[in-house]
């Protein structure tokens, strides 16, 4: 007879065993790692102490650089200036002894252009110690006259400067003018009133000065090369002709057609020899004389 064993009891599994609360987890070892010994050792050493030496040259021509004293500036070449002197221009800029390679161009510039006659100006160092700057003006218009006081204007009506600035270098650009006098002579001439006290870098009103402009060459071809022309704020543009009569001819609007009345009239007078004191042409719908 078979005998039948008695099944085994089955073991129960351990649990896998867990790290108690207080137990920290296993950390990872990570070896250092070193430069390599030998050769390439030597050559990682002697890349650092050549980067070091070449910032140290530097920094040493650097300095030299600055502190040379032939880099520090000997000469201030100033051009394209006829209205403003270069001995003014130097004057006003503290350059000398100063170290070329400190030299900030556009600061320089702007000190420069804030002379209302300087458009714009251009600085330049040239090694070894010379400062170039070249200089674009504005270009004056007219002469306006306030009493024994006479400005230079421009087309935009900005006062520029004094009228006995030297207007030699603008000679060839300018028309002819009319009751001009002196260094001015080819600039037209406004008579103003004192009262209006303008003063450099302010505005005079911009259609007298486009008037005067207008107005100078057509006085030319009557002759009339010694007339004056003056400005009054409440009644505009008047030319005293000769000394022997005025013509008022207001304000800049329908300039063209007040000139060509003015013309008619001029010419009449001239051939019927008739005398006149006044001739008004500031209404073209009744211009008179008298």
């Keep these: ?22 137990a920290r987890p296993k950390e990872k070892q990570y ?3 070193h430069p390599q010994s030998g050769p390439s050792r ?14 140290g040259l530097s920094i040493a021509l650097l300095r030299w650089l600055l502190i040379a004293p032939q880099f520090q500036i000997a000469t201030v070449l100033i051009s394209g200036n006829d209205l403003v002197p270069a001995d003014e221009v130097a004057a006003d800029l503290p350059l000398a002894g100063t170290n070329l390679f400190t030299i900030r161009g556009r600061r320089v510039a702007k000190s420069i ?29 007219v002469i306006w006259e306030e009493g024994d006081t006479r400005w230079l204007v421009d087309d935009d009506g900005r006062v520029l400067g004094s009228g006995d600035r030297p207007l030699d270098g603008l000679q060839e650009q300018l028309p002819s003018a009319v009751g001009s006098r002196d260094r001015s002579a080819t600039l037209p001439v406004v008579a103003a009133p004192p009262e209006l006290a303008i003063a450099p870098g302010q505005q005079v009103d911009v259609g007298v000065v486009r008037m005067a402009r207008a107005v100078t060459p057509r006085l ?33 609007d329908q300039l063209d057609a007040r000139l060509e009345a003015f013309e008619t009239i001029f010419r009449y007078l001239q051939q019927s020899h008739t005398p006149v004191q006044l001739i008004d042409v500031r209404f073209l719908e009744r211009p008179y004389f008298r």
């Design 113 to 141: 252009e804030r002379d209302p006659a300087v458009a714009q100006a251009l600085v330049r160092p040239r090694l070894p110690n010379m400062l170039s700057i070249e200089i674009e003006e504005r270009q004056p218009v």
């Design 1 to 22: 007879m078979r005998q039948l064993s008695a099944p085994t009891a089955r073991q129960p599994r351990r649990a896998a065993a867990r790290p108690s609360e207080g």
């Design 31 to 33: 070896r250092a790692v």
């Design 42 to 55: 030597a050559l990682w050493l002697g890349g650092k102490l050549a980067a070091l030496a070449v910032l």
């Design 220 to 252: 030319a071809e009557l002759g009339l090369d010694a007339a004056r022309l003056e400005y009054d704020p409440a009644r505009g543009m008047a030319i005293i002709a000769d000394g022997a009569y005025r013509v008022e001819l207001g304000f800049g």
